[in-house]
T-cell receptor, first 113, second 114 residues
Protein backbone atom coordinates (compact mmCIF):
# COMPACT_ATOMS: atom_id res chain seq x y z
CA UNK A 1 0.00 0.00 0.00
CA UNK A 2 0.98 3.62 -0.18
CA UNK A 3 2.47 4.99 2.97
CA UNK A 4 4.59 7.67 4.48
CA UNK A 5 7.27 6.53 6.86
CA UNK A 6 10.16 7.83 8.89
CA UNK A 7 13.62 6.35 9.25
CA UNK A 8 14.10 7.21 12.94
CA UNK A 9 11.39 7.03 15.58
CA UNK A 10 13.41 9.05 18.12
CA UNK A 11 16.11 11.68 17.82
CA UNK A 12 18.12 13.32 20.59
CA UNK A 13 20.21 16.41 19.90
CA UNK A 14 22.19 18.87 21.96
CA UNK A 15 20.78 22.32 22.35
CA UNK A 16 22.28 24.55 19.68
CA UNK A 17 23.01 21.72 17.26
CA UNK A 18 21.16 21.21 14.00
CA UNK A 19 18.48 18.52 13.73
CA UNK A 20 17.56 16.50 10.69
CA UNK A 21 14.33 14.52 10.62
CA UNK A 22 13.71 12.21 7.68
CA UNK A 23 10.63 10.91 5.96
CA UNK A 24 10.17 8.37 3.18
CA UNK A 25 7.06 8.24 1.04
CA UNK A 26 5.96 5.73 -1.56
CA UNK A 27 3.16 7.47 -3.47
CA UNK A 28 4.79 8.92 -6.55
CA UNK A 29 1.60 10.91 -7.21
CA UNK A 30 2.00 12.90 -4.02
CA UNK A 31 2.57 16.53 -4.92
CA UNK A 32 2.27 18.38 -1.64
CA UNK A 33 4.02 17.72 1.64
CA UNK A 34 3.72 19.26 5.08
CA UNK A 35 5.78 18.99 8.23
CA UNK A 36 3.86 19.24 11.48
CA UNK A 37 5.05 19.64 15.06
CA UNK A 38 2.93 18.17 17.81
CA UNK A 39 3.59 19.01 21.42
CA UNK A 40 2.14 16.97 24.22
CA UNK A 41 -1.57 17.58 24.68
CA UNK A 42 -1.88 19.72 21.57
CA UNK A 43 -2.98 19.31 17.99
CA UNK A 44 -0.42 19.21 15.16
CA UNK A 45 1.00 22.61 14.29
CA UNK A 46 2.02 23.50 10.74
CA UNK A 47 5.76 24.12 10.37
CA UNK A 48 6.50 24.27 6.68
CA UNK A 49 5.24 22.86 3.41
CA UNK A 50 6.65 22.12 -0.02
CA UNK A 51 5.14 21.33 -3.38
CA UNK A 52 6.58 18.69 -5.66
CA UNK A 53 7.81 21.27 -8.16
CA UNK A 54 10.36 22.44 -5.59
CA UNK A 55 13.46 20.79 -4.08
CA UNK A 56 13.98 23.06 -1.14
CA UNK A 57 12.06 25.55 0.92
CA UNK A 58 13.26 27.59 3.85
CA UNK A 59 11.46 29.10 6.77
CA UNK A 60 12.57 30.58 10.03
CA UNK A 61 15.23 28.15 11.34
CA UNK A 62 13.68 25.33 9.31
CA UNK A 63 14.41 23.95 5.88
CA UNK A 64 12.54 21.23 4.03
CA UNK A 65 14.28 19.24 1.32
CA UNK A 66 12.45 17.08 -1.19
CA UNK A 67 14.12 14.39 -3.26
CA UNK A 68 11.53 13.02 -5.65
CA UNK A 69 13.96 10.56 -7.20
CA UNK A 70 14.19 8.54 -4.01
CA UNK A 71 10.88 9.75 -2.54
CA UNK A 72 12.53 11.30 0.47
CA UNK A 73 11.65 14.34 2.52
CA UNK A 74 13.66 15.89 5.33
CA UNK A 75 13.20 18.64 7.88
CA UNK A 76 16.24 20.51 9.08
CA UNK A 77 16.04 22.60 12.22
CA UNK A 78 18.90 24.99 12.80
CA UNK A 79 20.22 25.77 16.29
CA UNK A 80 17.76 23.44 17.98
CA UNK A 81 16.17 24.85 21.11
CA UNK A 82 14.42 23.19 24.06
CA UNK A 83 11.11 24.45 22.69
CA UNK A 84 11.66 22.33 19.62
CA UNK A 85 11.15 19.15 21.64
CA UNK A 86 8.05 17.51 20.20
CA UNK A 87 6.88 14.82 17.81
CA UNK A 88 7.33 15.73 14.17
CA UNK A 89 5.12 14.28 11.44
CA UNK A 90 5.41 14.52 7.72
CA UNK A 91 2.19 14.35 5.73
CA UNK A 92 1.61 13.92 2.02
CA UNK A 93 -1.26 14.68 -0.29
CA UNK A 94 -1.86 13.59 -3.85
CA UNK A 95 -3.52 15.91 -6.33
CA UNK A 96 -4.48 19.56 -6.17
CA UNK A 97 -8.07 18.76 -5.28
CA UNK A 98 -7.39 15.73 -3.12
CA UNK A 99 -8.07 16.04 0.55
CA UNK A 100 -6.61 12.80 1.79
CA UNK A 101 -3.56 13.66 3.84
CA UNK A 102 -1.50 10.65 4.90
CA UNK A 103 0.72 11.05 7.94
CA UNK A 104 4.00 9.32 8.61
CA UNK A 105 4.59 7.51 11.92
CA UNK A 106 6.35 10.47 13.54
CA UNK A 107 9.75 11.20 15.09
CA UNK A 108 10.14 12.31 18.68
CA UNK A 109 12.78 15.01 18.96
CA UNK A 110 14.38 15.49 22.36
CA UNK A 111 16.66 18.46 22.92
CA UNK A 112 19.32 17.87 25.54
CA UNK A 113 20.63 20.79 27.63
CA UNK B 1 -8.70 34.39 12.93
CA UNK B 2 -6.54 31.34 12.14
CA UNK B 3 -7.85 29.14 14.89
CA UNK B 4 -9.78 25.90 14.93
CA UNK B 5 -11.63 25.40 18.18
CA UNK B 6 -12.89 22.12 19.59
CA UNK B 7 -15.20 21.35 22.47
CA UNK B 8 -15.10 19.71 24.88
CA UNK B 9 -11.40 19.38 25.68
CA UNK B 10 -12.00 16.18 27.60
CA UNK B 11 -14.90 13.73 27.51
CA UNK B 12 -15.55 10.60 29.51
CA UNK B 13 -18.49 8.47 28.42
CA UNK B 14 -19.95 5.05 28.97
CA UNK B 15 -20.57 2.59 26.19
CA UNK B 16 -24.31 3.31 26.21
CA UNK B 17 -24.00 7.09 26.14
CA UNK B 18 -24.62 9.46 23.27
CA UNK B 19 -22.34 12.47 23.03
CA UNK B 20 -21.14 14.94 20.41
CA UNK B 21 -17.83 16.58 19.64
CA UNK B 22 -17.86 20.04 18.13
CA UNK B 23 -15.44 21.90 15.90
CA UNK B 24 -15.54 25.46 14.57
CA UNK B 25 -13.42 27.57 12.22
CA UNK B 26 -13.86 31.04 10.78
CA UNK B 27 -11.12 31.03 8.17
CA UNK B 28 -13.51 30.50 5.28
CA UNK B 29 -12.17 27.01 4.71
CA UNK B 30 -14.52 24.76 2.77
CA UNK B 31 -12.84 21.47 3.71
CA UNK B 32 -13.11 20.11 7.24
CA UNK B 33 -11.69 16.91 8.66
CA UNK B 34 -11.99 14.52 11.57
CA UNK B 35 -8.93 12.55 12.62
CA UNK B 36 -8.44 9.96 15.34
CA UNK B 37 -5.10 9.79 17.11
CA UNK B 38 -4.07 7.05 19.47
CA UNK B 39 -1.15 7.51 21.85
CA UNK B 40 2.25 7.62 20.14
CA UNK B 41 0.65 7.19 16.72
CA UNK B 42 0.05 9.60 13.84
CA UNK B 43 -3.39 11.06 13.17
CA UNK B 44 -5.63 8.77 11.11
CA UNK B 45 -8.14 10.33 8.78
CA UNK B 46 -11.78 9.48 9.53
CA UNK B 47 -13.96 11.86 7.53
CA UNK B 48 -13.63 14.76 5.12
CA UNK B 49 -16.31 17.31 4.30
CA UNK B 50 -16.07 19.44 1.17
CA UNK B 51 -18.56 22.27 0.75
CA UNK B 52 -20.53 20.82 3.65
CA UNK B 53 -20.87 17.45 1.94
CA UNK B 54 -19.22 14.24 3.07
CA UNK B 55 -16.53 13.45 0.52
CA UNK B 56 -14.39 10.87 2.30
CA UNK B 57 -15.34 8.23 4.86
CA UNK B 58 -12.38 6.05 5.68
CA UNK B 59 -14.50 3.00 6.53
CA UNK B 60 -15.33 4.38 9.95
CA UNK B 61 -17.82 2.36 12.05
CA UNK B 62 -21.35 3.71 12.11
CA UNK B 63 -21.14 4.44 15.83
CA UNK B 64 -19.32 7.58 14.64
CA UNK B 65 -21.65 9.92 12.77
CA UNK B 66 -20.29 13.17 11.33
CA UNK B 67 -22.35 16.24 10.55
CA UNK B 68 -21.52 19.54 8.91
CA UNK B 69 -24.36 21.98 9.65
CA UNK B 70 -22.67 24.88 7.85
CA UNK B 71 -19.32 25.93 6.45
CA UNK B 72 -17.94 26.85 9.88
CA UNK B 73 -19.11 23.94 12.01
CA UNK B 74 -18.32 20.26 12.13
CA UNK B 75 -19.77 17.78 14.59
CA UNK B 76 -18.99 14.18 15.41
CA UNK B 77 -21.85 12.30 17.04
CA UNK B 78 -20.88 9.35 19.18
CA UNK B 79 -23.10 6.44 20.16
CA UNK B 80 -22.42 3.01 21.63
CA UNK B 81 -18.67 3.45 21.56
CA UNK B 82 -16.18 0.82 22.65
CA UNK B 83 -13.24 1.27 25.05
CA UNK B 84 -10.86 0.96 22.08
CA UNK B 85 -12.39 4.16 20.69
CA UNK B 86 -10.65 6.08 23.44
CA UNK B 87 -8.30 8.49 21.68
CA UNK B 88 -7.60 12.12 20.84
CA UNK B 89 -10.07 13.32 18.20
CA UNK B 90 -8.70 16.10 16.07
CA UNK B 91 -10.58 18.45 13.81
CA UNK B 92 -8.85 20.29 10.97
CA UNK B 93 -9.77 22.61 8.15
CA UNK B 94 -8.16 23.72 4.91
CA UNK B 95 -8.79 25.44 1.65
CA UNK B 96 -10.18 23.01 -0.89
CA UNK B 97 -7.89 23.83 -3.75
CA UNK B 98 -5.16 26.20 -4.76
CA UNK B 99 -1.56 26.64 -3.85
CA UNK B 100 -1.92 26.43 -0.09
CA UNK B 101 -3.70 23.34 1.15
CA UNK B 102 -2.24 23.28 4.62
CA UNK B 103 -4.51 21.94 7.29
CA UNK B 104 -5.09 23.87 10.48
CA UNK B 105 -5.71 21.61 13.45
CA UNK B 106 -7.67 22.19 16.59
CA UNK B 107 -6.32 21.15 20.01
CA UNK B 108 -8.41 17.97 20.00
CA UNK B 109 -10.90 16.32 22.32
CA UNK B 110 -9.45 13.67 24.60
CA UNK B 111 -12.11 10.93 24.69
CA UNK B 112 -12.22 8.14 27.24
CA UNK B 113 -14.79 5.37 26.84
CA UNK B 114 -15.43 3.36 29.98
Amino acid sequence: GESVGLHLPTLSVQEGDNSIINCAYSNSASDYFIWYKQESGKGPQFIIDIRSNMDKRQGQRVTVLLNKTVKHLSLQIAATQPGDSAVYFCAEKAGNYGQNFVFGPGTRLSVLP
Amino acid sequence: DTEVTQTPKHLVMGMTNKKSLKCEQHMGHRAMYWYKQKAKKPPELMFVYSYEKLSINESVPSRFSPECPNSSLLNLHLHALQPEDSALYLCASSQLAGVKNEQFFGPGTRLTVL
